[in-house]
């Protein structure tokens, strides 16, 4: 029960994202320390103190950049958008906030001096880290546990059919309810995405607020893939890859539609199609 909890596929951070909630957390961890001065901070003088606070900030947003940064770029096969999962969010976080710990640690010490960094050291200060740095990591770990629910696959008893439930990141939108297999596509269209339907020979199209990586998380690995950064295709309705000058596109079984393929895709869509 859980193993399987913990392993339920969660969507990915993307890099932009990532960058975005690196800068978010620097500046809570700045805001909060020069606005509350918790810990004893507000009798603490020196010069330039503000300046010293913004250098906490600045170091944890750096450490969370550059930890995702690197892990995505060195380790692609572990963060992996298709295999990423609660076990390996949970680990990573652990990690990145150990590190922006003590990257403040040493931080601290450069300036205030007087001790030598040590496990009992860390500890204590690892204290003042999670009062500080639980707030924005909650922000944002409770954006991505509402993102999580807003795609829900179901089963319908009496036809025995798949449906896909897609919600909205804008609570007065819509759900859009379609049959899994009458979904052709899905396209990235701005913060939008646009849903491609055929049923009894209709071509529909529906948009819906919501991003393609938070969408495809909940999606089943064998039957959607995402062939480039902006489509998502449901590989029941794929019929074969061509070659058009230098650009590869997927031919689509109902009403010929060709979608664009990304060079990276083409190999492992062809072992998915085969």
Same mark, same amino acid.
């Given at each position: 029960?859980?193993?399987?909890?913990?392993?339920?596929?969660?969507?990915?951070?993307?890099?932009?994202? @990532?960058?975005?909630?690196?800068?978010?957390?620097?500046?809570?961890?700045?805001?909060?320390?020069?606005?509350?001065?918790?810990?004893?901070?507000?009798?603490?003088?020196?010069? @330039?103190?503000?300046?010293?606070?913004?250098?906490?900030?600045?170091?944890?947003?750096?450490?969370?950049?550059?930890?995702?940064?690197?892990?995505?770029?060195?380790?692609?096969?572990?963060?992996?958008?298709?295999?990423?999962?609660?076990?390996? &969010?949970?680990?990573?976080?652990?990690?990145?906030?150990?590190?922006?710990?003590?990257?403040?640690?040493?931080? @601290?010490?450069?300036?205030?001096?007087?001790?030598?960094?040590?496990?009992?050291?860390?500890?204590?200060?690892?204290?003042?880290?999670?009062?500080?740095?639980?707030?924005?990591?909650?922000?944002?770990?409770?954006?991505?546990?509402?993102?999580?629910?807003?795609?829900?696959?179901?089963?319908?008893? &009496?036809?025995?059919?798949?449906?896909?439930?897609?919600?909205?990141?804008?609570?007065? &939108?819509?759900?859009?309810?379609?049959? &899994?297999?009458?979904?052709?596509?899905?396209?990235?269209?701005?913060?939008?995405?646009?849903?491609?339907?055929?049923?009894?020979?209709?071509?529909?199209?529906?948009?819906?607020?919501?991003?393609?990586?938070?969408?495809?998380?909940?999606?089943?690995?064998?039957?959607?893939?995402?062939? @480039?950064?902006?489509?998502?295709?449901?590989?029941?309705?794929?019929?074969?890859?061509?070659?058009?000058?230098?650009?590869?596109?997927?031919?689509?079984?109902?009403?010929?539609?060709?979608?664009?393929?990304?060079?990276?895709?083409?190999?492992?869509?062809?072992?998915?199609?085969?």
């Amino acid at each position: 029960m859980k193993k399987n909890f913990f392993q339920q596929n969660i969507p990915l951070t993307p890099t932009k994202g @990532h960058l975005i909630a690196g800068s978010i957390v620097g500046f809570f961890v700045f805001f909060i320390l020069l606005v509350f001065q918790p810990f004893g901070t507000y009798n603490f003088s020196m010069t @330039h103190k503000t300046l010293f606070l913004v250098g906490y900030g600045f170091i944890a947003a750096g450490t969370y950049i550059a930890f995702y940064l690197a892990g995505i770029l060195l380790l692609p096969k572990c963060f992996d958008a298709k295999n990423w999962n609660l076990l390996k &969010e949970l680990i990573t976080f652990l990690l990145v906030f150990n590190l922006m710990t003590l990257a403040c640690l040493i931080y @601290h010490q450069q300036f205030i001096g007087g001790y030598y960094i040590t496990l009992p050291v860390f500890i204590g200060f690892l204290k003042y880290s999670l009062a500080v740095g639980s707030v924005p990591f909650f922000v944002l770990y409770y954006q991505k546990w509402i993102s999580i629910r807003l795609t829900i696959v179901e089963t319908n008893a &009496e036809s025995n059919r798949s449906v896909v439930k897609f919600n909205s990141t804008n609570k007065n &939108e819509m759900s859009v309810n379609l049959p &899994e297999d009458e979904i052709l596509f899905l396209k990235s269209d701005g913060n939008y995405i646009e849903i491609v339907s055929l049923a009894n020979s209709i071509l529909k199209k529906q948009l819906i607020r919501n991003t393609l990586n938070n969408v495809l998380a909940q999606l089943p690995s064998d039957h959607f893939c995402k062939i @480039h950064r902006s489509y998502v295709v449901n590989l029941k309705h794929v019929k074969r890859i061509s070659l058009d000058g230098s650009n590869y596109e997927l031919h689509l079984i109902s009403n010929q539609l060709k979608l664009p393929v990304s060079r990276s895709m083409v190999k492992p869509l062809k072992k998915l199609l085969a």
